[in-house]
C-alpha cells in the first residue's frame, strides 16, 4: 500500500525522486486500520501490527460515523414490527433501556439467555423457504439474513445454502493485481485479505 501511495505523490509532483517517508508508511497504516474498524470494529494491534500515529478520536470519530450510517425510517419500521413479538422478559428489558436512552443516562443491562444449537439445514429451511425459486428475488433475499458469531459458521451455512442452488457449481480464482497499474491505488492488496468471500458461483 505504500507503494501505492509513494506512486500518487511522484505522479502528483511529476518526480520520480521522491523516496518513501515516515509519514507514507504512517498513512498506509492509517489506511488499513480504517479498513479493521469498517470491517471488524477492531483497531489494527488487535491483529499483532503497529498502530499508526493518529488522534484517538479519529477512532471513536469512524465508529460514530459508522454507527449513524442507517436508513431512520426503516429503522422504525422494523422497531414497530418487531416489539409486538418481544417476550414479557425481553419487554421490560427493552423498556429500561429506552428510557435510559430518552433520559440520556448510562447504564448496564443484563439479560441471560441460553444459547441454543440449531440445526443448520432447519435453521435455512425457515430463513430461505423455497430458495431453488427465489435465489434471483432481489427482493426476497434483501428481507433475510442468518447472523452467525464465528467465520466457520458463516462459511458451513454459505456452502449449504449454495449446494441448494440449481445450476453447476463453479469456482473462480482470485487475483491482487489490475490491469492499469494507475487503478492499483483504488484496490489496495491488504483489503482483499482482511475479508472472506467463498468465491464459488452457480450458473
Request: glycine letters at 2%; charged letters at 20%; aromatic letters at 10%.
Amino acid at each position: 500500500m505504500t507503494e501505492d501511495i509513494l506512486h500518487q505523490i511522484r505522479q502528483t509532483n511529476q518526480s520520480q525522486n521522491i523516496d518513501y517517508t515516515p509519514e507514507m508508511y504512517n498513512e498506509a497504516l492509517v489506511l488499513i486500520e480504517d479498513l479493521c474498524v469498517l470491517i471488524s470494529n477492531l483497531p489494527l494491534n488487535h491483529y499483532g501490527m503497529p498502530s499508526p500515529n493518529r488522534p484517538a478520536t479519529d477512532l471513536v470519530n469512524t465508529d460514530l460515523q459508522r454507527e449513524n450510517q442507517y436508513d431512520h425510517g426503516s429503522l422504525a419500521t422494523i422497531i414497530m414490527n418487531s416489539e409486538p413479538l418481544l417476550t414479557a422478559e425481553q419487554q421490560i428489558i427493552y423498556d429500561r433501556i429506552m428510557l435510559a436512552v430518552a433520559a440520556e443516562q448510562g447504564g448496564f443491562f443484563f439479560s441471560w439467555m441460553h444459547p441454543v444449537e440449531p440445526d443448520k439445514n432447519e435453521l435455512i429451511q425457515s430463513i430461505f423457504p423455497d430458495i431453488q425459486n427465489n435465489y434471483l428475488n432481489h427482493e426476497w433475499l434483501s428481507q433475510r439474513v442468518i447472523l452467525a458469531a464465528k467465520n466457520v459458521d458463516v462459511d458451513e451455512i454459505n456452502f449449504q445454502i449454495q449446494q441448494l442452488l440449481p445450476g453447476d457449481l463453479m469456482s473462480f480464482k482470485s487475483i491482487d493485481t489490475v490491469v492499469d497499474e494507475n487503478e492499483s491505488v483504488n484496490f489496495p492488496i491488504e483489503f482483499f485479505k482482511f475479508i472472506r468471500y467463498p468465491w464459488n458461483a452457480t450458473t
